[in-house]
């Protein structure tokens, strides 16, 4: 159970081999049902989801795959709403040829930098970046030597 924002949450992951056999999916090990229940505000919200897994359940039980979950929502959170919410990609009108690959190129760049740098606040520092902040950065960049 976890407790964020004034609601509650209880995930709940089952796995199976017993499907195996009968899934046309190639290296199938589990497959998996996470049901999350969620209170807040005085209402109750369940929702379920599916997913297979080529890790067999001699590697990895229930409890680890729902860690492993988790895991991958926190590097979706950490990076993709970043880039999206911090940096505007969504909004972005780039649309055709390599262009909105190599622009995610650059978020990403971006990103580690100021991660690495030790930056907690990424809007924060993106602001101050942005205000003149250029003849900083792009020396660290390896980019040019000012």
């Known amino acids: 159970m976890s407790r964020h924002g004034g609601r509650t949450e209880v995930r709940t992951l089952r796995t199976t081999t017993r499907l195996n056999d009968y899934l046309d999916w190639p290296d199938v090990g589990q497959v998996c049902r996470l049901e999350r229940v969620f209170r807040g505000n005085g209402k109750e919200m369940r929702e379920v989801a599916y997913a297979i897994t080529s890790v067999g359940a001699e590697l990895a039980d229930a409890a680890t795959l729902l860690g492993w979950w988790r895991g991958h929502w926190g590097i979706e959170n950490r990076l993709h709403w970043v880039r999206d919410v911090s940096m505007g990609e969504d909004a972005s009108r780039v649309r055709s040829g390599s262009a909105p690959e190599a622009l995610a190129a650059l978020r990403n760049a971006a990103l580690n ?25 792009l020396p660290r960049l390896g980019i040019m030597n000012l």
Do not use: T
Request: charged letters at 10%.
């Open 113 to 137: 930098v100021l991660r690495l740098a030790g930056v907690s606040n990424v809007a924060e520092a993106l602001r101050a970046n942005a205000y003149g902040g250029a003849a900083a950065l």
